[in-house]
């Protein structure tokens, strides 16, 4: 658990810490904001691609082998990336580091279904939230730190050592545990699955990477063609004997319930990790390493109860910790509707850190009760479709909540005779992100409203 959890959070840290270096990299290739934005699109498209298929190499490909070579491509695209010249250099550097995570996520889940009994899960999972909830923590403020002294391939050098780790633990404790049934391979439902995920994936990021893209051929064309080849592959996985993801995981009531949990708690989450370091940063003129500093405690504390939220689910279920967990997002969320360029960075860091413990009410025990309805055979096939709900919410919640903060921005803008003044554009920025937060009350209450009908498994 270790040496996966090493390699867990190194994938995630790599996701989120290059967000602070866009500038620079800009700056050192020559190259264009609408450019620079792939080598996080990329990852992240490349995650979303790779994680409903984990399902069918899970059953294919021994535990320790599927490990190895999830590792490989990390450390691979990490020293890639490291000695990237060139831009192009360090997108593939990019593409292929994301293979690793991509793999390596669905993976540890299924290996905490088989190791841990149901009534010990819920602590696991904890644990398994709080590497989850931290990477993204630490993410902005140590590549803040690295920025400023070794620039931004000290990203990646930091790294490797870790990467290494990972490796050698796995390799001398890492045992084959997954039932290997080698289902036969479709190669329809790969491409459908391939073209379909990836197309809603790059779509929504699409939208969230360019002011006013809704109507744009490169949103709307992916997503036409993304949603109509997802329709095609859930029909072919309902005829086919050995399917590639089995989606009869839906006929479980609880974890259907818990997919939809998890969807929403993440589309909110993220629009929290997108809304709030641009306010910090363009708002209220902060550093990068001052507004990680902000976001740290809320991550941190995310992390550390997840792992004690986990052990009062094995006792309590999920009922009252979710209920809880939507209720105090509301109250947060609606706290947030209200910021403005004078409110106090104390005040953001408890709403922030307020938030952070509600998505830890959340996350663990939506997810954890509806695995735990499932049986063995379909452990695979769950993990990968909470897997593949998580990376979709995630760049739906960036891409709603950037529009939502642009329309919000041009609003107040339209009715302001000096547009360009420099304080008038802070607290344009600022009534953009209070809009984009009105949005996610909406998302939360829908969240509370699905956690009434949740019970334990």
């Given at each position: ?46 995650m979303g691609i790779l994680v409903p298929i984990s399902g069918l190499l899970y059953k294919s ?103 290494l780790i990972s490796l050698i633990l796995g390799l001398i404790y890492m045992r084959n545990i ?224 950037i529009s939502t903060m642009v329309s919000g921005q041009e609003a107040y803008l339209g009715g ?42």
């Amino acid at each position: 658990m270790v040496s996966l959890m090493i390699g867990v959070f190194t994938g995630i840290f790599n996701q989120t810490a290059l967000n602070m270096a866009l500038t620079g990299i800009m700056d050192d290739f020559q190259i264009h904001a609408s450019n620079v934005q792939w080598v996080t699109t990329g990852y992240i498209l490349t995650m979303g691609i790779l994680v409903p298929i984990s399902g069918l190499l899970y059953k294919s490909v021994p535990t320790k082998k599927l490990f190895t070579i999830s590792l490989g491509f990390s450390f691979t695209g990490t020293l890639l990336a490291g000695f990237s010249i060139n831009f192009e250099m360090l997108l593939l550097a990019r593409i292929i580091q994301a293979v690793g995570p991509g793999i390596l996520m669905p993976l540890m889940t299924n290996i905490i279904l088989v190791l841990f009994p149901p009534n010990r899960r819920g602590m696991v999972m904890g644990l398994m939230m709080l590497v989850i909830a931290v990477a993204p923590a630490l993410g902005p403020t140590i590549s803040g730190l690295l920025i400023g002294s070794v620039g931004w391939k000290g990203i990646f050098w930091v790294s490797i050592p870790l990467l290494l780790i990972s490796l050698i633990l796995g390799l001398i404790y890492m045992r084959n545990i997954s039932n290997i049934t080698k289902p036969k391979v479709d190669i329809l439902s790969i491409l459908l699955s391939t073209i379909g995920f990836g197309g809603i994936v790059f779509g929504f990021s699409s939208a969230g990477s360019a002011v006013g893209s809704w109507g744009q051929p490169i949103v709307i064309i992916p997503l036409t063609i993304g949603i109509l080849s997802l329709i095609l592959f859930s029909f072919r996985q309902f005829k086919l004997a050995s399917p590639m993801l089995n989606l009869r995981v839906f006929k479980y009531p609880m974890f259907t319930i818990g997919s939809v949990l998890v969807f929403l708690v993440m589309f909110v989450n993220l629009s929290i990790s997108i809304l709030m370091p641009m306010y910090l940063v363009e708002s209220l003129l902060l550093s990068a390493l001052t507004a990680g500093l902000v976001l740290l405690p809320g991550g941190v504390f995310n992390g550390v109860t997840s792992l004690i939220i986990g052990r009062i689910f094995d006792e309590v279920g999920p009922k009252f910790l979710v209920r809880i967990g939507f209720f105090i997002l509301i109250i947060m969320f609606l706290l947030f509707s209200n910021i403005t360029v004078n409110t106090s960075l104390l005040i953001i860091i408890i709403i922030h850190t307020g938030s952070m413990f509600g998505v830890a009410l959340i996350m663990n025990p939506a997810q954890t009760n509806g695995l735990n309805q499932l049986p063995k055979q379909l452990y695979p096939d769950g993990a990968a479709v909470i897997g593949t709900l998580t990376q979709i919410a995630g760049a739906i919640g960036v891409a709603i909540a950037i529009s939502t903060m642009v329309s919000g921005q041009e609003a107040y803008l339209g009715g302001n005779i000096e547009p360009i003044n420099m304080t008038v554009q802070s607290e344009a920025l600022a009534a953009g992100v209070r809009s984009g937060f009105k949005l996610s009350v909406i998302g939360a209450i829908i969240g509370f409203i699905t956690s009434l009908f949740i019970r334990r498994s």
